[in-house]
């Protein structure tokens, strides 16, 4: 896509008059995005600050934790902060935000920011995490679901298929549920009709209903995909209509990405969101990696020492929301690592993320006290995977020098298997670690439905 270019048919819709007095602010934003997605990254940054500066004099007015921890910045001296001070400012934890709860609510919310939305988050740690969020922050969410759509060209009035709802009872197999759109019904533009079916559908029975009901779009986990893909390709099914596949909530491999191409020839397009922050960053429509929309949220990634990374380098991530008046996270700490990116040929200056590589928890760490990704999505798990009649799979770190290869398979393995697959796992994790086997039907899913193919079942100390 040429700087400056939308899809004329987007485009004639961008200027159409608004379906309701709701979606006339959305409809505002995208416009306005059209604009800004093409600035410098300097102009961006220089928005951003001025954003911020705003926020933190909110802050510090109306939330008492913030006039303790960041009374002592001065949120009008914008050049201050945008040569360093801000980076001084500290990182807010999730515990933190669980401890204080509604402590963190503003005290004097924008009237014209609209009523108050609670959303409550899990994570990983099982402790829900409540945030507040006004509607003028939600109205942005809407508006960068939008901008996904317009980024990848959706068929909008095609048929949507989503497998996300592990809900008891909802969206069952065989019927599944439908709704007449693809969101709220009075949505910036009128979309096709959606269906449902619950992500505990087995997967014989999910590609049948796929198959059956002929979607344009399929929206689900990644985990998911790891299975059907593979099945449709053993078992030559095929989704006619289906244009393409988005996931969310978990990592992204080019496995995946390499299955969906082989077993439906589609794309897969990727978005990075989280219930407490919202939109952080939508895949690009010309390359695979990923946009910071940095019109909602400023994001940074530290590494150790908590100065930014340089394009490669893997760090954590921090997010500033910028529109949410009610309970402002401040450079608060996601709990991913991410690989910051190069700027991105397509013309756009917002920044890029190059991987969202997982969780702390996810990181191996080695009796040694060295730190390592795991990278089990890269290309070469298929290599793992054609060792044996493997249809699932799990690495457990289960004590400092142990790993458990769980495995869900069509076929007991034969001893060569496990020993290959032995030496496979060692190589990977470049540690000759005991390996240990252990077998089921299915591998469970988390609470939230999704799946982990690494996880640290023992505290390790590191380096």
């Known amino acids: 896509m040429v700087k400056g270019d939308t899809d004329p048919v987007w485009k004639r819709r961008l200027h159409q008059k608004p379906r309701s007095k709701k979606s006339a602010p959305v409809l505002k934003l995208l416009k306005g995005f059209e604009q800004s997605q093409w600035w410098d990254p300097e102009d961006i940054e220089a928005k951003q600050f001025r954003q911020m500066s705003q926020l933190l004099a909110h802050a510090q007015r109306s939330i008492s934790h913030y006039a303790e921890t960041l009374g002592h910045v001065n949120p009008d001296d914008v050049e201050s902060l945008k040569a360093g001070r801000w980076f001084d400012l500290p990182v807010l934890k999730r515990d933190t935000v669980n401890k204080l709860g509604d402590d963190l609510l503003s005290r004097t919310i924008p009237k014209s920011h609209g009523r108050l939305n609670p959303i409550y988050t899990s994570g990983t740690t099982g402790r829900p995490v409540r945030v507040v969020r006004t509607l003028f922050a939600l109205t942005y969410w809407s508006a960068f ?19 996300r709802s592990s809900e008891k009872n909802f969206a069952l197999y065989p019927k599944g549920a439908r709704q007449i759109a693809w969101g709220s019904k009075d949505g910036v533009f009128k979309t096709g009709p959606s269906i449902s079916l619950n992500v505990n559908t087995s997967i014989p029975d999910m590609a049948e209903w796929i198959a059956r009901n002929e979607p344009d779009h399929i929206v689900c986990l990644p985990n998911i995909l790891k299975r059907l893909a593979p099945y449709c390709i053993e078992n030559g099914v095929t989704f006619p209509n289906l244009r393409e596949v988005q996931v969310h909530g978990e990592n992204c491999g080019e496995l995946i990405r390499q299955q969906c191409r082989e077993a439906w020839d589609v794309p897969l ?8 922050i919202g939109y952080m960053a939508l895949q690009c429509p010309k390359h695979d990696h990923y946009h910071i929309q940095s019109e909602g949220v400023y994001l940074e990634i530290l590494d150790e020492d908590g100065r930014s990374c340089n394009p490669g380098e893997i760090g954590r991530v921090i997010v500033t929301t910028l529109q949410n008046y009610a309970m402002p996270l401040i450079r608060y700490e996601v709990g991913d690592y991410a690989e910051r990116g190069e700027p991105c040929d397509c013309g756009r200056g917002l920044p890029v993320i190059n991987r969202i590589l997982g969780r702390e928890q996810e990181i191996l ?42 495995l869900a398979t069509k076929r007991d393995l034969t001893a060569n298997e496990e020993a290959k697959i032995t030496e496979w796992v060692r190589k990977k994790l470049g540690y000759p670690f005991e390996i240990g086997f252990a077998y089921s039907d299915e591998l469970p899913l988390t609470k939230a439905g999704k799946f982990k193919d690494f996880v640290v079942e023992f505290t390790a100390s590191k380096a």
């Not at 939008?146 to 497998?163: E, M, V, Y």
């Not at 990727?270 to 219930?275: E, G, K, L, M, Q």
């Open 365 to 406: 760490v080695l009796p040694t006290g060295e730190q390592r990704w795991t990278l089990l999505g890269s290309p070469d798990v298929r290599a793992f995977m054609e060792m044996a009649p493997i249809t699932q799979y799990q690495l457990a770190h289960v004590a400092a020098d142990r790993i458990e290869v769980r």
């Open 145 to 163: 679901t939008t901008r996904d759509h317009i980024w990848h060209n959706r068929i909008i009035k095609g048929k949507l298929a989503s497998i």
């Open 269 to 276: 397009h990727d978005i990075y969101t989280s219930r407490e």
